[in-house]
């Protein structure tokens, strides 16, 4: 055994209560991108829907982490242009796309990317939307005390069961937007309740289920060309609402059981991510033998040198628990 990672495994029920988990269901860490469902839900909650006629796939960009695909461009830009804007008002940074077919294509043409290919550009898009809903200035909305990370904040706290005004502590995220500090097992009911919003008011529930199919619908402009999101909605017929962050953080919920899951892989690193959360979904009798065949590759990753020989592999160890403790 040459490395070894640790990974902390929250599984909630959209009760609020614990029914599963591994490690610390309590570690706190920051949410990262898989709070975007959350950040884009105000947007929704204040009308956005109907006043910037938004559909399915719009919907799924504002949610996503995209990998700077002509699709996922063409998305951004025409939601920019509803309100008027474009790719020099976010203040998202620039950077190239993540996917290498994307980014391959970019060099092939001789040109530099712009903020329309930062894997969050959808989300500030939304933002700036959010802003314009709000009849709050575009201006600053990244900053904390602006009314549209303000309406954010609340959404997090509503959803993930704190109190109005319990305090959040925040960081900078890699695209300048507010990032939030939680544990994982309040991520997990935040997901279980998008699973399972039945509880909920017949306006909040409708925006759930709104952001929730888009995941389950688009995975492929959530995140990108052979993403886990991609890849589990394709072996599993989109049975899940994904949603992974940097730093090896990743949001799930799973509608037919009403359960929400988030998982932290300690050391930050995504390449154990994937057959971390395989391995828990097996473990709950989640997925399929065919599911699991099909992503056999990531569920037992082979690592291989550069002469492609097979050097070593990876294999989850899981210890996982099981009960229903009500989440403090």
Same mark, same amino acid.
């Given at each position: 055994m040459e490395s070894v990672a640790y990974a902390d495994v929250a599984v909630v029920d959209s009760r609020g209560r614990l029914t599963a988990w591994a490690g610390d269901p309590e570690? $706190?860490? *920051?949410?990262? !991108? !898989?709070?975007k469902p959350f950040q884009a839900l105000p947007l929704i909650l204040e009308g956005g829907v109907q006043q910037f006629d938004l559909t399915g796939p719009e919907l799924a960009i504002v949610t996503s982490s995209h990998g700077g695909e002509e699709r996922h461009l063409e998305l951004v830009t025409a939601l920019l242009e509803k309100i008027g804007a474009g790719p020099a008002d976010l203040d998202c940074g620039v950077h190239w796309p993540s996917t290498l077919s994307a980014r391959k294509a970019l060099l092939d043409s001789g040109r530099e990317p712009t903020a329309l290919h930062n894997n969050c550009s959808g989300k500030h898009t939304g933002m700036l939307m959010l802003a314009r809903k709000l009849g709050a200035p575009a201006e600053g909305y990244l900053a904390p005390d602006h009314p549209v990370q303000l309406r954010i904040a609340e959404s997090v706290r509503r959803f993930t069961g704190l109190s109005p005004h319990a305090a959040i502590k925040t960081a900078i995220d890699g695209c300048g937007a507010p990032t939030f500090f939680l544990p994982l097992n309040r991520m997990a009911f935040a997901y279980a309740q998008l699973a399972d919003p039945r509880g909920m008011d017949i306006v909040e529930a409708s925006a759930m289920t709104l952001i929730a199919e888009a995941l389950r619908a688009y995975p492929e402009l &959530? !995140?990108?060309?052979? %993403?886990?999101? &991609? %890849?589990?909605?394709?072996?599993?017929?989109? %049975? *899940? &609402? $994904?949603k992974g962050g940097a730093e090896a953080v990743f949001g799930l919920g799973i509608p037919e059981r009403g359960w929400g899951m988030a998982i932290k892989v300690a050391d930050g690193n995504n390449r154990t991510l994937a057959t971390t959360v395989l391995h828990v979904l097996a473990s709950l009798g989640l997925l399929s033998d065919e599911a699991m065949l099909a992503l056999n590759d990531l569920v037992y990753p082979v690592i291989r040198n550069h002469a492609g020989i097979a050097v070593g592999s990876m294999r989850p160890v899981l210890n996982l628990h099981t009960a229903q403790i009500p989440i403090a």
């Open positions: 570690h $706190a860490t *920051f949410w990262r !991108s !898989s709070a &959530v !995140s990108g060309e052979d %993403r886990l999101e &991609v %890849r589990l909605s394709e072996a599993s017929g989109g %049975r *899940f &609402v $994904a």
